[in-house]
């Protein structure tokens, strides 16, 4: 359509952001096309029409044109959805328009407020100027053009950083990236729950790094800012503080380091990580009577697929003096790391829907009804999506079965004794499954939740959930082992690393987040334990769990 734009229609008098962006938008889509504005669009018009007319870009209708998010189109928001993904593509376009256009099309239907708006609006003539309305309206334009441009420019110049961003993420080390070079790496760094600084090559020369802000944060607060004694020191006095002989500068607010060296920028930044999780860890003892942990992203690293020897070690330290261990995992349990074995006293899987004792009885199970697994098959087969469900002899793979052996070999190693072949999803008709993993779009799989208010989702990563009820929680689940263990939550100490650990990390009597773990866990955690990468677990039970007394 935008080929064969050469005329448009909008209103005539005071303008407003809405058309003036409207029109700026058209141009950039089309450069030749004549605007033409008025009271009354003419008959037989053969052009677009926009903010005026009651047509498809016109928003003063009796009915409500509005977006998922509920905020209403304006023309601007509707000429946008019509053309933004032909300049920058449909996931760009609508990021876009949540960032910048929904803003807008929100003050031009409820008079909200935006200083975008009023300085758009800063055109119009005063009531007693003598300047031609419509040279105004031109004037307007232009400035709201540059503004689109550029905006435009910088998505561009955001779609050729993402390659680099993300290589540098996936070989980020300590929840530290390194860029080779500046690059806008905010969006990318979002989407990445470990991440806490990027570094870079400084415009200044040396380098820099940055604090990442906690995307899930209203007040926008840093996952890990810089030490407090450096804020705003400079040169020798920051030097002096720190001990990082080329470290240079500490912006007052604690997000931005500078040094002369990668390796000093690099060192300020696990200085920032070692003072936060100091705050943390535990000065003295406690009488603990159970542990419980997660086991991916806690005690197994995604470079390792079983607990360290020093996680072991204090688990079976614990065990020794009569301390319940007990494994809380989103993973069966024919897939538990087999170090694990005569040390862990309880099973809790698939996110609490099954419990087991330590020979792998199962003690209790929430299944998924058939009517449940019927319909969540039929979401995914209309997807193409892969499905894996959970029973307790392994994973019944309905589709994708490639991406799941993939899936499975790179983050709990070689289970395909554990993964039995069920194409057509035909197995859950005569046994129940107590669980699923999904493989897909990240949008579908939130469109179906929200029509499907009884079932919820923990992410792996964009594109790989578990899938479970809303009435399974591993802090449920729990609570169940502990009763028949004879142990109080207020006794216990847990420890993980994800969505799906919040709940049991806000009822024990101690809950650590792991330094790599997702923000929302670390807000519900009591604590912070030193990453999975370092042994977190067992340097906290270190400190936390008393040696035996000798004979």
């Known amino acids: 359509m935008s080929e ?21 938008l058209l141009r950039i889509v089309s450069p030749e096309i004549k605007v033409t504005r008025g009271f009354e669009v003419p008959q037989g018009f053969d052009g677009i029409v926009y903010d005026i007319g009651g047509g498809e870009f016109d928003h003063h209708g009796p009915e409500v044109k509005a977006r998922e998010s509920g905020v209403p189109y304006a023309a601007f928001g509707l000429l946008w959805r019509r053309f933004g993904p032909e300049l920058v593509g449909q996931q760009e376009a609508d990021y876009f328009d949540e960032q910048f256009i929904s803003p807008l099309d929100l003050d031009d239907n409820t008079g909200c407020g935006s200083s975008l708006a009023a300085a758009i609006g800063s055109f119009n003539p005063g009531w007693d100027s003598t300047a031609d309305e419509n040279e105004q309206f031109e004037k307007a334009v232009g400035f709201a053009k540059q503004i689109l441009e550029n905006k435009i420019a910088l998505i561009h110049g955001d779609a050729r950083a993402k390659a680099l961003v993300e290589a540098a993420l996936a070989k980020m080390q300590g929840g530290i990236a390194v860029l080779p070079q500046f690059a806008p790496w905010k969006r990318a760094a979002k989407q990445e729950p470990r991440v806490q600084f990027v570094v870079y090559p400084s415009q200044r020369g040396g380098f820099a790094a940055q604090a990442v802000t906690d995307p899930q944060s209203e007040d926008h607060a840093l996952k890990c800012p810089f030490p407090a004694a450096w804020a705003g020191l400079r040169d020798d006095a920051i030097a002096k503080v720190s001990g ?97 074995r005569g040390i862990v006293d309880y099973y809790v899987c698939g996110n609490g829907a099954l419990a087991a004792d330590a020979a792998g009885k199962t003690l209790r ?40 052996l993939k899936f499975y070999q ?54 790989y959930y578990d899938v479970y009820k809303k009435t399974t929680n591993k802090a449920k689940m729990i609570e169940y082992v502990l009763d028949f263990a004879g142990v109080d939550w207020q006794d216990t100490v847990a420890f993980g690393d994800g969505g799906n650990d919040v709940e049991m990390l806000r009822a024990a009597g101690r809950g650590y987040a792991m330094e790599n773990a997702r923000e929302v866990a670390k807000k519900a955690a009591d604590a912070i334990a030193p990453p999975v990468s370092e042994n977190g677990v067992a340097q906290v039970l270190r400190k936390l769990i008393p040696d035996a007394p000798k004979q």
Not at 12 to 22: L, P, R, T
Not at 264 to 284: L, S
């Open 244 to 340: 990082i002989a080329t470290l240079r500068f500490c912006h007052n607010s604690r997000f931005m380091v500078t040094a002369g060296t990668q390796e000093d920028v690099i060192a300020a930044c696990k200085a920032a990580q070692r003072e936060q999780i100091a705050q943390f860890m535990p000065q003295k003892s406690w009488p603990v009577k159970a542990v419980v942990t997660d086991c991916d992203g806690t005690i197994v690293s995604e470079l390792e697929h079983e607990p360290s020897e020093a996680v072991l070690y204090q688990l079976r330290r614990a065990k020794e003096q009569g301390v319940k261990v007990i494994v809380a995992s989103g993973r069966i349990l024919p897939v538990i790391p087999k170090s694990l």
């Open 410 to 463: 790179l983050t709990v190693g070689d289970i395909r004794e554990q993964m039995h072949e069920d194409t057509g999803c035909r197995r859950y008709l005569t046994e129940a499954p107590y669980g699923a993993f999904y493989i897909g779009s990240d949008e579908a799989l939130a469109k179906y939740l929200a029509a499907h208010p009884d079932m919820q989702a923990a992410p792996f990563m964009s594109g």
């Open 4 to 24: 064969h734009l050469t005329a448009a229609f909008t209103h005539g008098g005071k303008f407003h952001a809405d058309d003036v962006f409207s029109t700026a």
């Open 365 to 404: 199970k929430d299944v998924w009804s058939q009517e449940e697994t019927a319909d969540f098959w039929a979401f995914c087969e209309a997807q193409g999506a892969g499905l894996s469900l959970f029973f307790e002899d392994g994973y019944s793979i309905c589709s994708r079965w490639d991406d799941f």
